[in-house]
Nanobody, 124 residues
């Protein structure tokens, strides 16, 4: 019983930055980790980054490591994805997700709750 709402998507030029937000409500106390996934047309949904709720332990996909930063505001039940040095290949619908069970939390099948997604388009 966790609701997730993403925001912050939009159109940016290559090399630019964008900050996504994911506001969680409901049984947030039971969340182990929150993550970001993305899906481009014709591609499978792929893991981007995740952060454990209590400890703030982060994990990133190699494709975004060094460019993206996931953070959380526990008081506001919000997770952010700061995206810098954006590339056209970052273009996708970005989804935030929450997982209840402890684990690596890098596979979409591990996650229990999903937001509706927000479009990120990076132009060249």
């Amino acid at each position: 019983q966790v609701s997730l709402v993403e925001s912050g998507g939009g159109l940016v030029q290559a090399g630019g930055s964008l900050r996504l937000s994911c506001a969680a409500s409901g049984r947030t106390f039971s969340v182990y980790a929150m993550g970001w996934f993305r899906q481009a047309p014709g591609k499978e949904r792929e893991f981007v980054a995740r952060i454990t709720w209590s400890g703030g332990n982060t994990f990133y996909a190699n494709s975004v490591k060094g460019r993206f930063t996931i953070t959380r505001d526990k008081a506001k039940n919000t997770v952010f994805l700061q995206m810098n040095s954006l590339k056209p290949e970052d273009t996708a619908v970005y989804y935030c997700a929450a997982v209840l069970r402890a684990g690596l939390s890098i596979r979409e099948r591990e996650y229990d709750y999903w937001g509706q997604g927000t479009q990120v388009t990076v132009s060249s």
